[in-house]
Nanobody, 121 residues
Framework: VQLQASGGGLVQAGGSLRLSCAAS????????MGWFRQAPGKEREFVAA???????YYADSVKGRFTISRDNGKNTLYLQMNSLKPGDTASYHC????????????????WGPGTQVTVSS
């Protein structure tokens, strides 16, 4: 499965953005999908994940502010980000896994290039 994230940009603190991850090659309905982010000089970290049963998982740092969703008909994964903070500044990547998925990046087999999110104070 090929993944392409989009929707990043520059936003002021407190603002919102919605990221999209368009998939091709395979239907995401059978995949565990996740969002990860990497800030300059830092390791990539888990943000949110969605399983094929409709369950969702979030990092504590984004819980209550970010919402992960998927549209299987459009084969697209979304990340709605509200109340953005400067600490959310990073390159955001979507990932897919046909087996376990979860919060560990090592569990994901497929990755797309990132989309940059910059939050100004």
């Amino acid at each position: 499965v090929q993944l392409q994230a989009s929707g990043g940009g520059l936003v002021q603190a407190g603002g919102s953005l919605r990221l999209s991850c368009a998939a091709s090659g395979r239907a995401i309905s059978g995949y565990f999908m996740g969002w990860f982010r990497q800030a300059p000089g830092k390791e990539r970290e888990f943000v949110a994940a969605s399983n094929w049963l409709g369950g969702s998982y979030y990092a504590d740092s984004v819980k209550g502010r970010f919402t992960i969703s998927r549209d299987n008909g459009k084969n697209t994964l979304y990340l709605q980000m509200n109340s953005l903070k400067p600490g959310d500044t990073a390159s955001y990547h979507c990932a897919a896994d046909s087996a376990r998925g979860g919060t560990r990046e090592g569990a994901y087999d497929y990755w797309g290039p990132g989309t940059q999110v910059t939050v100004s104070s």
